[in-house]
């Protein structure tokens, strides 16, 4: 084998290397390259294949440096935007705590001043919203609501 040879095929094998990961060494070099180079000394005496196997070795060690810096970076870029949309979801559902307790106290206000009976027609063709807002807590109870309703839209009175 050629020297120009045997150099393409250490090049060659150092860039498998450095896409698989592995630890680039004179060594691993040597196993990967049997019988063309039998030892790592075949590699770190001469000067073209030592300079090539040092220059393969930095660009491990900046890929390994820029990758770890990478993950870092997102895991820090994950975990404060979990901790903002945890923020959001607190403040939204603070938020519907909020309207809920205000839409039951709208309709109570409605009941007790007899108008129950055309807020119940208003929604008749909702019945899903109805039953939605009844399974979020946003509706009174039947006696609350029967307090002033008198079955009648006029008030009962």
């Known amino acids: 084998m050629t020297h120009s040879t045997k150099l393409a095929l250490l090049e060659q094998t150092l860039e498998s ?6 630890r680039i060494s004179a060594r691993g070099l040597a196993r990967r390259l049997k019988p063309a180079l039998n030892h790592a000394t075949d590699i770190t005496r001469q000067p073209q294949r030592r300079a090539l196997l040092e220059k393969y070795q930095a660009r491990q060690t900046e890929l390994r440096t820029v990758m770890a810096k990478a993950d870092k970076q997102s895991k820090a870029n994950l975990s404060a935007r ?8 607190a403040a939204l559902t603070r938020q519907r705590d909020i309207l809920i307790a205000s839409h039951k106290a709208m309709i109570l206000a409605v009941g007790e001043m007899g108008g129950m009976n055309a807020w119940r027609r208003f929604f008749e063709r909702y019945q899903g919203v109805v039953d939605e807002m009844r ?9 609350a609501l029967n307090l002033r309703d008198g079955g009648d839209s006029k008030g009962g009175e």
Do not use: S, V, W
């Open 17 to 22: 290397m450095l896409l698989d990961d592995e």
């Open 135 to 143: 399974r979020l807590g946003a509706m009174p109870t039947e006696n």
């Open 82 to 89: 979990i901790a903002c949309k945890d923020g959001e979801i």
